[in-house]
């Protein structure tokens, strides 16, 4: 007989999602993305970080003050969209542990994902967060958030 207690595929996904996010080195927030097409298949993943050559030891981790990490940082949706390297997006669905921005729904729109699924919206009454919204909606792109049917997931080293 199967195994009954194996998890879905969208708590599949988010997990790699939240497995990038882990990668990050923002002190305040960490995100991670992972695109999948029709078939399962992951076509990419990233995470919020510099873009590469920008040491994450030289540039600013703060969120305020004169010099912050946001004209620097590379949002997860982003950097998923460029981590595929002109991979054909069209129809496939992104898994992203926090709503995306505004910048980032453009993004989205712009490769072709046809859905997006989140886990958090923390930002939701955001002026960025409710125009992502609006441009999701009218370039049809499905949002959903996940509800997943575990807590947590734990991955272990130790496999003997």
């Known amino acids: 007989m199967k195994r009954k207690d194996y998890i879905s595929w969208d708590e599949y996904f988010m997990g790699v999602a939240l497995l990038?996010?882990?990668?990050?080195?923002?002190?305040?927030?960490q995100v991670g993305a992972c695109i999948v097409d029709s078939n399962n298949i992951i076509l990419?993943?990233?995470y919020n970080g510099f873009p590469i050559g920008?040491?994450?030891?030289?540039?600013?981790?703060a969120r305020e003050g004169d010099?912050?990490?946001?004209?620097y940082v590379v949002h997860a949706e982003l950097n998923t969209i460029l981590n595929a390297n002109g991979k054909d997006l069209r129809g496939s669905r992104i898994y992203v542990s926090l709503f995306p921005c505004n910048e980032c729904a453009k993004a989205i729109i712009q490769s072709g994902i046809k859905e997006v699924i989140y886990l958090s919206d923390k930002y939701a009454k955001s002026v960025g967060t409710l125009a992502s919204k609006r441009m999701l909606?009218?370039?049809?792109?499905t949002v959903r958030q996940l509800e997943p049917s575990i807590e947590s997931l734990t991955i272990n080293y130790n496999i003997e």
Not at 22 to 27: F, L, Q, T, V
Not at 137 to 141: N, P, Y
């Open 20 to 29: 990038a996010s882990k990668r990050s080195k923002d002190p305040n927030t």
């Open 44 to 46: 990419s993943t990233g």
């Open 54 to 61: 920008c040491s994450d030891d030289e540039y600013p981790w």
């Open 67 to 71: 010099d912050t990490k946001y004209p």
């Open 137 to 141: 909606a009218s370039a049809g792109v």
